[in-house]
């Protein structure tokens, strides 16, 4: 039992605000950048940035997937009048289903922007089932974070 967390960081060529821009776009670039883990995926509501609610099966692995009904949140970054120039801006998911929230941070660096993304969940698992989600479940989920934003990097940097 415990939390577990996986993280991913990507550099972009593009600018904080275009990145927050395609991250918080649920209708068309989300579902443009979700890797093949990510199926039946759907907006419930809003679909652009704050209150935004999002549908979608996480298949971690053939025997492992996650129903995830997320609502996001937005927080601003830099250049906003609340932040700071360097301040990194935050889009949060929390899914009602279950523990896990998942954020994406983005903040200025050098002409483009760093983008870290970390999932994190509490485990109720024990026994060998708690060591095996504990040590395989953090580096399966980092190389599905990194496919998203392989694919988002490309997708801006076009």
Avoid: C
Avoid at 105 to 111: C, D, L
């Amino acid at each position: 039992m415990g939390q577990i967390s996986a993280s991913q960081t990507t550099e972009v060529a593009a600018s904080p605000d275009a990145v927050i821009g395609a991250l918080a776009d649920y209708v068309d670039t989300r579902p443009a950048i979700l890797p093949e883990q990510y199926r039946d995926y759907q907006v419930i509501s809003g679909g652009n940035g704050d209150g935004t609610v999002v549908h979608w099966i996480l298949q971690a692995t053939s025997k492992r997937q996650r129903d995830v009904s997320a609502t996001v949140s937005v927080s601003p970054g830099a250049g906003s009048s609340a932040s700071g120039p360097n301040a990194a801006a935050t889009i949060t998911e929390k899914d009602a289903n279950s523990s896990m929230v998942t954020t994406y941070q983005v903040s200025p660096s050098g002409s483009g922007s760093k983008v870290t993304t970390t999932t994190t969940w509490n485990s109720n698992a024990s026994g060998i089932g708690g060591f095996f989600e504990k040590t395989f479940a953090p580096k399966g989920l980092a190389r599905i974070q990194a496919a998203l934003l392989a694919n988002l990097k490309t997708r801006l940097e076009k």
